[in-house]
């Protein structure tokens, strides 16, 4: 199986993305490309996924993120619409780790105002500091909250949320979106879920943005 290098867009030329293996270009791309972009992800992935998604049975959380950020970074590379590309990652999540709510806020008219999602019917727009999203856009850190009920100013979409972890979308140190996931059950989320979902995120910025 071939080893896909899925890399940041260099600021010198127009490719969107690129996909290369060690010893392959593919044609219309320079050569000394990769010799010049950062290399978000090398490991063994099909260049292509459609409809599936090959979850490890009976693994460990941290194999199971590890499975999805490989599939989804071949997905998102290959998609050029960007609303597609973030609803098929909020999709395999929400499937893959049994989320209560998963999903994007985009900011909008200095709103985050809310995107593709999988889950009960959310708030539409956040304000900038307000609740668990606002608070991770003005911070532009990932919030993680064993207990949605002990967040100062938590705004209950639902009140079947008990906890939930936000990751911001940020591109040259300017916040873009946020990822927002809940969880109905109290202090679900841990470091592995913190840094495994800051590392599809900075795919996701690399990607699509």
């Not at 940020?170 to 800051?198: A, H």
Request: charged share 20%.
């Amino acid at each position: 199986m071939p080893v896909f290098y899925i890399a940041c867009k260099p600021k010198a030329q127009s490719y969107r993305h690129l996909f290369a293996t060690a010893d392959h270009v593919e044609p219309g791309l320079p050569k000394n490309v990769l010799q010049s972009t950062a290399t978000i992800i090398a490991k063994p992935c099909t260049p292509a996924m459609s409809e599936t998604l090959n979850i490890p049975s009976n693994a460990s959380k941290e194999t199971v993120y590890d499975s999805l950020i490989t599939q989804l970074s071949a997905l998102i590379a290959a998609e050029t619409d960007r609303t597609a590309a973030l609803a098929n990652v909020t999709a395999a999540l929400h499937e893959a780790l049994g989320f209560f709510w998963t999903g994007f806020y985009l900011i909008k008219n200095d709103r985050l105002t809310l995107n593709v999602f999988q889950g009960p019917i959310a708030c539409s727009r956040i304000a900038y500091g307000r609740g668990v999203c606002g608070t991770a856009w003005a911070e532009k850190r990932t919030i993680k909250v064993d207990d949605v009920d002990e967040f100062p100013g938590h705004i209950a979409c639902s009140s079947l949320s008990r906890s939930e972890i936000v990751v911001p979308l940020v591109k040259n140190g300017k916040v873009l979106g946020v990822l927002d996931i809940d969880s109905d059950k109290p202090t679900m989320f841990d470091d592995t879920d913190r840094e495994k979902l800051e590392k599809l995120c900075e795919i996701i910025v690399c990607t699509c943005f």
